[in-house]
Structure formats: structure tokens, C-alpha cells
């Protein structure tokens, strides 16, 4: 699409350098562990090297004894005030500092503050805990199972670590679907526990006032406004009060969902700071962060297709169940506790489905939050996106072959899914067959087939995901009771520059410069005059924030609604200014001018200015407005995505030979960003194919706690990532537009997979669980007898 | 991640280094480029009342040939010998250590000297100065000693160095023409220790055989190992592939490793054999070249 507005005013289709990058570039971010204010003191937590054991005794002596520590919180201090105990997104508990006994290793026990981060370590160190060990539950399917210890002794009446159960579909047409096929394919499989890793770990200032009581907290959060309320409603009963709380979340060093819920460590720095009246600062250290924070993931899954001989799919099940360590405290939508994994009947016309998940307690840390995904849609995709190639092995078709034989077809658009998805638009055919031509599919079917007669392993894989993001529509999505909408405030000023504020917050996705082009778009003001403002609850307008690539879908449309407002009431003074009806006037980016006379003609820099020098009499003064948006649907992005492996016989190591995305997120409003998110995307999407995995041995010790083991790709790792484009725009979002930023996690993973199975599909090979490490594959290269 | 409370020292001259770590006998760490000590102090995995600084003693840091010998100073970056033409042209194996030690940024502080002092059989230069039969200098209140790299590495963590000595210069002997060495290490991402690397250095007879070769191997046991046995079997042999090949898997089967996350014993023991495989036919083809 070649862009409506000129460079100098930059809207949707600019590649614009983004707005905010002179800061980063220049290491003059603003984040939280840049805030230091006068008399700040400092928090550093206890944490437990049990997985599960009770608490017999906390020793705090020592510690108070050394010059500069001012105090240990336990449990019983915060049980003072019945704050040892807090609610989680999804209506479960967990504890802010056990009373009575943690529930995994690296749980916060106590927290020591002191007048310097160095002292607070030392305190730290000296305080003692007295422990006694009790039984460990690692593995959800031991916790299910009769007879394991019962983890939540706190919930009276709970007799078993069964935390959910629900499903979706239609189970007895399933059952018969399945019965009647021609074929059926079953495939077992996990996606590990990983985690966000984002480069900030998390932390905050609390600066609690008590001459005004005002709490102000500079909080790593990606949701400001619903966290002030989530304070507001826990701590009510201590004297906190909605007016008086203002959440600051200043410059983040990226989400990913990790930054989303409301972590032990916030809550005790809020407490220690309302009690003693300065201002706390906590940040985690970078084990803090990967063994104590939510995980993301961690499903175990068996998808079940059935199909004809032909290949045509009719009917899909999957079984999951769902790791939740010891409390269920995802960031899902209230009614789903699941999320959207329901998307997994993906982008195939697949007429019957049915799935069903369970979750479980076990003696980890809780979670789980969407890592980069719209909430459990890289677990759908990987289930459907592996199912789907296992269906073409037993059916000795190519994998592309069967993805066009049942791809939902473009005409088929509303599609209202098997499991009541109503898909906004898509055309996954064009998608598939471009990446195909890019790639050199058949010639690279014909390099496989020269390299497999010499012995070596070349594979290649597709993966043509639909994904389901934009959360959502107020009807079925609510947190917390809060409806799920976001908003946009725009102020014009009279010199025609703008202020806007908005209710998300950006933690590296662009969003001063995005909406800056959207509101250009709409309006005409180079978006170089728009100044774009997110994340302190005093000014910004309420909005549930960023996360589940919902920014464009709700808070982006705000803003062109809100614009579309504020154009409305331009052109009133357009039509009282140039003595023309409104009728009368048309609308170019930038001016308004009478039909048929364009010499005469406003600007919108000359109309910002006569509404509030010469504005029409019964008019009010100034040029603004909010929407709170609802969107009436979620978008639905998809792409298809082809991977190129070879794997070295001698030590089992995948390497990415190529790697082609082709994506398709509606209209698009600044390319080059889009693009840095694909590639951002891929990469995160590479991490856990081939490397990252939290894992736990059987007394709960955490492996996988820090970047040794915590194997985060690096540039070295990373292959060359081609990417392209195909637009189908959103039908119902006001500018077009779908959410991107979680694209190519989604995508990329079972892409490498099925590359690396199809790589040694002839060895009989079916799958290969993430992460794909040198060390599993050569497993398989040995059993197989083609080891080097 | 925030390291406990130690005095910090830093000497201008050797002497005045020594003095310290006499002064403090049971209590100091050498601190050279820091890559390996400042993590274990932060993570409170060790401890250290004082660390003595070598960072600003004059004439610590070179790479140079003389009398039949290449000389490195002990504080010498490895980005140093990465980067030096010398190293580059001659020593290939160095070269291909130093390149895949941690990453750039490490490298341009870690020193060759405190990769050996360090006694980490994980580290790469040690399989490196076995394969090359280096010495190394330690000086002491008494003046220095020159140590065979076969007798410096006595167990985890533990060398030949006395606690009063710093490790001054590394001495390997200048190959002859018609060597070629190659460090071949698997990592399972830049800056991880190695899962398995192997080090050859080598020299061809004037009818092709080997003449003489070392062998190292890099995490393979409680210390750096040499593959002596595969040294004997190899030398005086015309390097077949089949000859390679059981050269390897001698090499391979005194390799003792302990299970992790990198891999189970089995596998770091086969990676060994697979390294050893690759790294001798590189370093034969560049001894036939050069």
C-alpha cells in the first residue's frame, strides 16, 4: 500500500526512525534503577533453597546487627497487616512472604532493607532460616495423581493439586469424526518451561508519603492502570486508596509478559515503604528474575487429528495440562483460564474439534504469563503446526500439499471456527505460495533428495500459522471485572503540534512513534509534532495496557477514532472560517478546502489555532478528545513461515541454513518496525526451539536459573532472517490494522521443528521435543545409526 | 549478585605484588583480567579479603619469539593474541583458542596467564598448552621457576602456583616447518564452556608421517587432559583417515567428564572422539600448506 501522506507528515506506511530510539541509543533511557530519590533505601529478599519445606524459625539477629540494615520483613510482619497473602489475575492466591511454609525454591522468605544495596545483600546473607524439608511434587502428572502430597494445605478442603478443568467443542462429534476416518495421527508433546528473559529485570521505587499519604510507585509494569486498582483493592484495607496511588511506569527494557503481574517483591516494598515512610527501591538480579519470576509455557499436550485418505482434516483433539507451579497466577482473560488456546484448529477448515485441559500445582514458581503470545497461542500453534506434518508423514504427502488442501480459502471469510472463533480475514494460500517461490521450495525438495543418497541431513519446514491477538471485546474479555478496551486521549495545541496519551505501555515495541503516524495519518500534523505519552496513571487515560500484541488492535484504533473526533470538530471550524457548509469541504491529509475552490482551504495548524483564538460562537473552545475503544472483534494475523536445516552427523548440532517469514498483519503502519518485530520475533521464537529450558530435578533444585545454563541466542546464533509481506487488511479495525509483535514467536518454533523431524523423516523420525539441543539429536542420530 | 565486602589493592610494580600476597597468606586472590574471579565473588561462590590488582604493573603484557621460544606475558589479553599477526600466521592453534574464549567482550579483558592460574579445566588455553607443550613462569619472593605445563594442573581448581607466586610468561617452543595445530570446540552457544573441544598441534615428517604431535582435551576430567596414548599411536604414522579415526577414539577413551546440562558422559566422551577427528585433520592440512 503506498502511503496517503507525505513524507513531511509521515503517516501509516512511513518507514519513520523511531522517535525514541536517540535516548536508547545514547544509554539515555529513564529506567526504574535510574530513579533515585532523597533518602531512598533499599530492599534485597531472602529466598528459599527448598522446593517445599516448612519455615520453623526466621533468625534475623544478625542481620539487624549490621550497621546500615533497618529491617527484616517476614510473613509475620506483613500477617500484621494481612498483607502475606494476595489474589492472583485468575482468582487463585499466592504469598507475598510465607507464614508458614514455601512452596518452591528461590520463594522470597523475608526481605532486608538497608540504607545501602550493598548492605541489604550483606543482610541478606546473615539472616537464618530454619527449615524442615517436606515432600517435593515436580511433575504435574504425579500431582494429579491419588495419593501425592497436597500442595495448597492453606485452601481448606482442597484434597488433591487439581486446580481446573475445562474444554471446548463438541465432544461427541469429535469421537465420531474420529471413528470414521480414514486415518488418525496422535502426537504426544511439551513445551518446556522458558522464560522471558527480558534484558531489565523487574523492580520498582515505592515512595509512600506520610504528611500527603500518596503512594507513588516507578513500577517495571506493562499494565499501570490496572495494577494502580489491583493496589488500590488489596491494600484498601491498609489506608491505600485509588486517588492517592499513582503507578509510574517509566522507560522499559522490554515485557514480554513477564511484566505483567504483580510480583511478592512490589507488594513488600510497598508495605516497607508505607510503614516506614521512604522511599524503597527493589530491583531483582538477573537470577532473581529467572528463577523466582512467572515462567511462560510449561504444557503438556497430545493432539489427535483425523482425517480422509485424500488428506483432507475432519475432525482435531487435544488433551492438555497445564504446569501452574504452586499458584495459578497467569495473566490470562478472566473466562479463560486456558487463554486462546482454542485458535489451535489454526488455519485449516477443520469441521470438528474438541479440546480439554486440566492444570495442576507443583512446587515451581507461578505462572504462567504469555510469553510473547497472546495467551497459551504458541502452544495451540505448535500442537496443530506439528499434528499437521505427523498426518502428512503417515500419509506420505508433502507437508505444503496438505496445508493447501485444507486451508480455510479466502472466500471463507468471516470464518467461524469449529471452536467459535470468528476469523476477521485471512488469505492463507497466497501466503504459503509466495514463501514457496521465495524459498525455492522444489529446488530445495531436490537438494534434500541429492543429500540424502550422499548420507547427509537436510530438512525443510513449513509452518502456517493463524494467530488470534487484540484482547478484546468487551463482551467475553474482562481482568479482573475490567472490561478489556484501551483508550487514546489527544490534545491539539494551538500552534497545531499534539500531546497524546494513551492507556498502554510501550516496553520496546515503538509506540511514540506508531501512534504518532496514526494520529498524522488521520489528521495531517507531521507526526514529528506529536508528542506521545504512556504509563503514569496521574495523566495518562485508563487502558488494561501492552501485552498480547493489543496495542494497534485497541489503543491504536482509539487513537484514530479519537483523531476522526477531533477532525470532525476541524472541519465545523473549516466550514465557520471559509463561510461554507460543511458539506461543502473535502478532506485531504493536512487541509480542509471547498469543493471545487481548493484555493480556498484551512490547514489543520490554521484550524488548531482558531480553536482557541476564533472558534464559532457556541463552540467549545480547544481541540481534543478520548475514546475508550471496544474492539468488536479479535484480529487474526497469520503468515507462513519455511526453515531450512542441516545437521552435523557428528555432533548433532541444527544449524538454520535459512529461515523465510512471510507475514500478514493487515495494513501496516510503519514497515521498518514491523519488520524489527518479525525479526525480534523470530528470534525469540528460534530460543526455544533449540535452546532455552527452565527445568527442575526431582527435589524441585532449579537448572536453568541463570545465563549459564539459561542458553538466550546471540547474534551468533541467530541466522540471516528473510522476510516479506502479504495485506489483507482487518475488516473491522478502523485503520486496517492487526497485531504483529507476537507473529513470529508463534510461528518460528514448530517451523525449526518441523525442519529438524523432516531432516530425518526417512530414519522414521515422527518428532522431536523442544529444545532441540545438540545433545538430544545426536541421541537420535546414534538409535538411528547415523551418527558420525 | 552483589560480592561481600574485600579490601582492594592495586601494586604498581611486581615486587610490591609479591610483597601483598605475603602479607596476606590465606586471604588474597591475584586479580588479572577478573573473568573468572569477579563472577565467583559476585555470586558469593568464593571469597577474597584482598585482591591484588596486577592491572597496572608495567611489562606484563607481550607476544613475541626469541631465542627459539614465543614468549607471552602472563597479563596479555586474549583479544591481544586473537588479533596478533604473529599468532594469526604461526600459531594457528592459539589463534583458534583465543577466538572462541567467552566473547569479544571478555576477551578484551581476560589474560592468557589467568586462564591457566585459574586451574578450570573448562577453560580453553590449558588443552591448548598441553597440545603445545608450553612452560610456564612463576614468579616468587625467591625469583622465578619455570614449570612444565604436564606438572602445573594438579586437580579442580588447583595448579603448581604457591600462593606467593604470580604466573609471569608462558614459553612455547617455536614449531618447526610443516607443523599445523586446531582447536575445535563445541559450545552450546558463544560464550558457554566448552561440551567437548579438542586442541592438536602437530609436525609432519618430510614423508608425511607424523612426527610429532600433542593432544589436548578441553573438559574432559577433574583437569585438562593430554591424549598420550593417541600422541604414541599417531607418531610416526602416515594420518589415513582410518588412522585418525583410532586415533580419536584413543584420545577419547581417557576422557573422564562429569554429566550437566551440556551433555551426558557418554555424549562429552563421543564429542571427544568427534573433535579429536576434526581438529587432527585440520591441523594436518595446515601443516601440509605452511
Not at chain 1, 42 to 54: E, N, Q, T
Not at chain 1, 632 to 644: D, Q
Amino acid at each position: 500500500m503506498e502511503p496517503r501522506t507525505s513524507a513531511a507528515i509521515c503517516g501509516m506506511g512511513h518507514s519513520m526512525k523511531r522517535k525514541e530510539d536517540p535516548r536508547f541509543i545514547r544509554g539515555q533511557g529513564h529506567y526504574v534503577d535510574d530513579i533515585k530519590l532523597p533518602g531512598m533505601l533499599h530492599m534485597d529478599i531472602v529466598r528459599s533453597p527448598y522446593a517445599h519445606a516448612k519455615i520453623l524459625a526466621i533468625h534475623t539477629e544478625k542481620a539487624l546487627a549490621i550497621p546500615g540494615v533497618l529491617a527484616v520483613i517476614t510473613g509475620e510482619t506483613l500477617k500484621g497487616f494481612n498483607l502475606h497473602w494476595m489474589p492472583t489475575l485468575m482468582s487463585d492466591t499466592q504469598m507475598v512472604l510465607p507464614v508458614e511454609k514455601v512452596m518452591y525454591q528461590a520463594q522470597e522468605v523475608a526481605a532486608v532493607i538497608a540504607t545501602d544495596r550493598y548492605i541489604a545483600a550483606d543482610g541478606v546473607e546473615a539472616v537464618e532460616v530454619e527449615y524442615e524439608p517436606l515432600p517435593v511434587v515436580v511433575d504435574p502428572k504425579k500431582a494429579l495423581e491419588p495419593g501425592a502430597p497436597v500442595l495448597r494445605t492453606d485452601k481448606a478442603g482442597k484434597t488433591d493439586n487439581h486446580i481446573w478443568h475445562w474444554e471446548t467443542g463438541d465432544r461427541a462429534a469429535t469421537e465420531r469424526a474420529f471413528a470414521e476416518a480414514d486415518v488418525t495421527v496422535k502426537q504426544d508433546m511439551y513445551i518446556p518451561r522458558i522464560h522471558v528473559a527480558s534484558i531489565e529485570t523487574c523492580g520498582c521505587v515505592a515512595d509512600f508519603n506520610k504528611t500527603d499519604t500518596h503512594l507513588t510507585v516507578y513500577m517495571t509494569t506493562q499494565a499501570p492502570h490496572a495494577i494502580r486498582t489491583v493496589f488500590a483493592l488489596v491494600a484498601g484495607h491498609v489506608g491505600l486508596s485509588e486517588e492517592k496511588i499513582r503507578v509510574i511506569s517509566p522507560d522499559l527494557g522490554g515485557g514480554f509478559g513477564g511484566k505483567v503481574p504483580v510480583y511478592p517483591g512490589y507488594v513488600i516494598a510497598v508495605a516497607a515503604s508505607v510503614v516506614i515512610g521512604k522511599p524503597i527501591k527493589w530491583v531483582e538480579d538477573r537470577m532473581e528474575n529467572l528463577q523466582a519470576d512467572s515462567f511462560a509455557r510449561d504444557y503438556h499436550m497430545t493432539a489427535e487429528l483425523a482425517a480422509k485418505k485424500d488428506g483432507t482434516m475432519t475432525a482435531l483433539r487435544i488433551k492438555t495440562l497445564a504446569d501452574h507451579g504452586y499458584a495459578d497466577a497467569a495473566a490470562n482473560p478472566s473466562k479463560f483460564p486456558a487463554g486462546l488456546f482454542s485458535i489451535c484448529t489454526g488455519s485449516y477448515d477443520i469441521k470438528t474439534a474438541f479440546t480439554e485441559m486440566d492444570a495442576a500445582y507443583t512446587n515451581k514458581p507461578p505462572g504462567g504469563v504469555a510469553y510473547r503470545c497472546s495467551f497459551r497461542v504458541t502452544e495451540a500453534v505448535h500442537a496443530i503446526e506439528r499434528v499437521t506434518d505427523v498426518l502428512a508423514a503417515e500419509l506420505k504427502m508433502d507437508p505444503a500439499e496438505l496445508r493447501f488442501k485444507n486451508f480455510i480459502q479466502a472466500d471463507k471469510f468471516p470464518y467461524k471456527s469449529a471452536l467459535g472463533w470468528e476469523y476477521d480475514s485471512g488469505n492463507y494460500k497466497a501466503a504459503l505460495e509466495k514463501a514457496m517461490e521465495r524459498i525455492g521450495y522444489a529446488e530445495l525438495r531436490r537438494e534434500q533428495a541429492e543429500k540424502r543418497a550422499k548420507g547427509e541431513l537436510m530438512g525443510i519446514g513449513i509452518c502456517s500459522f493463524t494467530e488470534i491477538v487484540g484482547a478484546g471485546p468487551s463482551k467475553d474479555f474482562d481482568i479482573l471485572g475490567i472490561k478489556m478496551f484501551d483508550s487514546a486521549e489527544i490534545r491539539i495545541h494551538p500552534t497545531g503540534k499534539a500531546i497524546a496519551r494513551f492507556g498502554t505501555k510501550s516496553q520496546g515495541q515503538g509506540h511514540e512513534t506508531t501512534y504518532a503516524q496514526i494520529v498524522a495519518e488521520e489528521l495531517g500534523i507531521p507526526a514529528a509534532h506529536i508528542q506521545v505519552e504512556e504509563g503514569d496513571t496521574d495523566t495518562a487515560p485508563y487502558g488494561l495496557g501492552t501485552y498480547a500484541s493489543r496495542s494497534t488492535p485497541t489503543a491504536g484504533a482509539a487513537a484514530a477514532v479519537a483523531a476522526r473526533k477531533i477532525r470532525d470538530k476541524a472541519k465545523k471550524i473549516a466550514a465557520y472560517l471559509l463561510e461554507v457548509s460543511e458539506d461543502d469541504l473535502e478532506w485531504e491529509p493536512g487541509k480542509f478546502s471547498v469543493k471545487g475552490a481548493p484555493q480556498k482551504s484551512k490547514t489543520i495548524q490554521e484550524l488548531a489555532f482558531a480553536a482557541y483564538t476564533n472558534h464559532p460562537p457556541g463552540m467549545e473552545a480547544g481541540l481534543e478528545a478520548v475514546d475508550y475503544y471496544d474492539p468488536p472483534n479479535l484480529t487474526f494475523p497469520f503468515g507462513s513461515y519455511i526453515c531450512v536445516v542441516d545437521i552435523d552427523r557428528g555432533t548433532g548440532e541444527v544449524k538454520v541454513r535459512r529461515f523465510l517469514a512471510i507475514d500478514d498483519c493487515g495494513n501496516i503502519i510503519n514497515p521498518m518496525i514491523v519488520d524489527g518485530q518479525i525479526h525480534g520475533g523470530l528470534s525469540m521464537g528460534l530460543a526455544p526451539a533449540l535452546f532455552e529450558e527452565i527445568s527442575y530435578d526431582e527435589s524441585g533444585n532449579i537448572s536453568g536459573g541463570s545465563f549459564m545454563d539459561y542458553l538466550v541466542p546471540t547474534a551468533m546464533e541467530t541466522p540471516n532472517w528473510e522476510t516479506g509481506k502479504t495485506v489483507t487488511p482487518c475488516p473491522h479495525h478502523p485503520l486496517g490494522a492487526k497485531g504483529v509483535g507476537e507473529s513470529a514467536t508463534v510461528g518460528a518454533p514448530p517451523a525449526i521443528v518441523n525442519a529438524v523431524v523432516d531432516a530425518l523423516s526417512h530414519l522414521g523420525v515422527r518428532h522431536i521435543e523442544i529444545p532441540m539441543t545438540p545433545e538430544k539429536v545426536w541421541n537420535i542420530l546414534r538409535e538411528k545409526g547415523v551418527a558420525e | 549478585m552483589i560480592p561481600a565486602t574485600f579490601d582492594y589493592h592495586s601494586p604498581q610494580t611486581l615486587e610490591d605484588a609479591l610483597a601483598l600476597l605475603q602479607g596476606h597468606p590465606d586471604d588474597a586472590k591475584v586479580l588479572s583480567g577478573g573473568q573468572s574471579l569477579l563472577p565467583l565473588l559476585k555470586l558469593r561462590l568464593g571469597a577474597a579479603g584482598h585482591l591484588i590488582d596486577i592491572g597496572r604493573i608495567p611489562g606484563l603484557e607481550y607476544v613475541k619469539e626469541e631465542g627459539g621460544v614465543l614468549k607471552i606475558g602472563g597479563r596479555t589479553r586474549e583479544s591481544a593474541l586473537e588479533h596478533s599477526d604473529l599468532i594469526q600466521t604461526k600459531y594457528p592453534l592459539l589463534a583458534q583458542t583465543a577466538a572462541v574464549i567467552a566473547d569479544p567482550l571478555v576477551r578484551n579483558l581476560a589474560t592468557v596467564g589467568g586462564n591457566l592460574a585459574h586451574g578450570d579445566p573448562a577453560n580453553d588455553h590449558p588443552a591448548t598448552m598441553l597440545a603445545l607443550r608450553a612452560e610456564v613462569v612463576a614468579t616468587g619472593p625467591n625469583g622465578t621457576r619455570t614449570i612444565p605445563i604436564d606438572q602445573f594442573f594438579l586437580g579442580l581448581f588447583s595448579t603448581a602456583l604457591a600462593p606467593d607466586e604470580i604466573l609471569t610468561e608462558i614459553r612455547i617452543p617455536v614449531p618447526p616447518a610443516r607443523s599445523g595445530g586446531s582447536y575445535v570446540k563445541l559450545e552450546r552457544k558463544v560464550g558457554d564452556f566448552a561440551t567437548a573441544a579438542s586442541a592438536v598441534q602437530l609436525t609432519l615428517g618430510a614423508g608425511g608421517e607424523v612426527a610429532s604431535v600433542g593432544i589436548g582435551l578441553t573438559n574432559a576430567g577433574p583437569t585438562p587432559l593430554r591424549a598420550a596414548d593417541a600422541e604414541q599411536y599417531l607418531t610416526g604414522k602416515q594420518p589415513s583417515a582410518d588412522v585418525i579415526a583410532e586415533a580419536a577414539r584413543r584420545a577419547s577413551a581417557i576422557a573422564t567428564p562429569s554429566a550437566d546440562r551440556r551433555g551426558a558422559i557418554e555424549y562429552k566422551r563421543q564429542m571427544a572422539r568427534v573433535l579429536t577427528g576434526r581438529a587432527l585433520k585440520q591441523a594436518i592440512e595446515w601443516a601440509k600448506e605452511h
